[in-house]
DNA sequence: TCAATCTCCGACTAAAATACTCTTGACTAA
DNA sequence: TTAGTCAAGAGTATTTTAGTCGGAGATTGA
């Protein structure tokens, strides 16, 4: 109930190598494409891709699609994007209960007229909202194991 | 995806008003039935049984099946009954992702052998968990709700 | 006694959300 | 031209959630 979907799992996990392979040393603004990054993490393919093609509808990332050296980079810096913001983009708005972004009445919630316990639920929502959009890109940038190495891609048209 | 199941607002719900049922002035331990919690917040009875006895079961509500008079009344005081604990006995244990609990190896997630969003999503859950772990049914009681402390991870900005 | 009323439990169906796939098209660089 | 890429939408399968049903056991009050 509480859980991330695979679907957000996914970007994040995207979001975090883009800004890796992007903050490198080289600050080489390099373009990565959906089939790296499913590789590198066993995604399904085309699942990956749906999710970056929202992340890219809603200006997160952009998309070079050039053809065989497409693919896309980060819109912004890694501590510009909060984890809160991708949730936002890959589901709808995020609210703990169906009362949550209210449209006037009580369309979502039967129950809401005599319910006293929204208002506390709606506090509790609000402290994780603003955890979530305390963190960013960057707060999950390696840590202390970079599992994944880098520079072990295979390169894929000739690198200058 | 990041939503309360109706379940679990079910719950709160009722629980909350055992809640109020109890500590009222007269501190009268009445016993209250499935039925009654059911009409006053126009949920599904059957549903609500169910509920009603998860929560049993898990020891945060005691039932007296006392016939006629039979119903439910809160096993400890409200202050002693943590939103994260009615959560859990209504869910599993709760997890952001499919590896937050482990059993050794990596069982439920493909990639997690390379995965490097993994401990701060453990971080945020925790956060989380502290969050719901701090807030009790008592918090809930009337409309006048107290504030919610967020301890976010970094010192950072302001909530009020 | 006995019927009413309650909890309890498990299996069951239905609906909705998730996870994943397939197809088609447009673009671009080599 | 051709292969590799993003884009978009429809379609399917699986899982989770929501809600239902029916019967068993217990207790009270008439
Ligand atoms: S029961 Fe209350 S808190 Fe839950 S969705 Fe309805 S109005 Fe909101
Ligand atoms: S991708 Fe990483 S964070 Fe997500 S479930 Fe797998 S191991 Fe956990």
Redesign the pocket.
């Known amino acids: 109930?509480l859980?991330?979907?695979?679907?957000?799992?996914?970007a994040l996990l995207a979001l975090q190598y883009m800004a890796v392979v992007q903050s490198g040393v080289d600050a080489d603004p390099r373009?990565?494409?959906?089939?790296?990054i499913a590789e590198e993490h066993h995604?399904?393919?085309?699942?990956l891709?749906?999710v970056?093609?929202?992340l890219?509808?809603h200006q997160l990332i952009e998309?070079?699609?050039?053809?065989?050296?497409?693919?896309?980079v980060l819109a912004h810096a890694p501590g510009d994007i909060t984890i809160a913001q991708v949730l936002e983009a890959i589901?709808g708005p995020l609210g703990l209960t169906d009362c949550s972004h209210e449209k006037g009445d009580h369309s979502q919630c039967e129950q809401m007229s005599r319910c006293n316990i929204r208002t506390p639920l709606l506090k509790i929502q609000d402290s994780i909202f603003q955890l979530l959009n305390g963190m960013s890109i960057e707060d999950i940038l390696v840590e202390e194991t970079p599992l994944i190495i880098v520079e072990s891609l295979k390169p894929?048209?000739?690198i200058s």
Do not use: C, W
């Open positions: 109930m859980k991330f979907s695979k679907k957000a799992d996914y373009v990565v494409n959906t089939k790296e995604i399904p393919l085309e699942l891709a749906k970056l093609q929202t890219a509808r998309s070079h699609h050039n053809g065989p050296k497409g693919g896309y589901e894929q048209g000739v």
